[in-house]
Nanobody
Framework: VQLEESGGGLVQAGGSLRLSCATS?????????YGWFRQAPGKEREGVAS????????HYADSVKGRFTISSENAKNTVYLQMNSLQPEDTAVYYC??????????????????WGQGTQVTVSS
């Protein structure tokens, strides 16, 4: 599975961005669970949101609940992360990842087998 993120950029605090993760290869788009992760300088990679396309379940990190929304569009084999009310602490490189629906239970990086290259999100105060 190949994953390509887009949509990152520079935004002021309180603003919004929508990240896209275009997928290709693999078996079928909805055979996988997809996650968004982020990594800030000097910090470990952390899970932000995930979606299991087999049952539609979603998970969010406490820090983004109510502000971020993960969704998918099967016709475009694309996963999105809508990010609202962005804060400087959201600044990081954001990665899209995919893993088997039989393995992924949430947002642990080790559950995911395929990763994109990442897209930078910078939120200015």
């Amino acid at each position: 599975v190949q994953l390509e993120e887009s949509g990152g950029g520079l935004v002021q605090a309180g603003g919004s961005l929508r990240l896209s993760c275009a997928t290709s290869g693999g078996t079928s788009f909805d055979d996988y669970a997809y996650g968004w992760f982020r990594q800030a300088p000097g910090k470990e990679r952390e899970g932000v949101a995930s979606i299991n396309l087999r049952d539609g379940s979603t998970h969010y990190a406490d820090s983004v609940k109510g502000r971020f929304t993960i969704s998918s569009e099967n016709a475009k084999n694309t996963v999105y992360l809508q990010m609202n009310s962005l804060q400087p602490e959201d600044t990081a490189v954001y990665y899209c990842a995919a893993g088997s629906c039989d393995v992924v239970a949430g947002m642990e990086p080790y559950e995911y087998d395929y990763w994109g290259q990442g897209t930078q999100v910078t939120v200015s105060s």
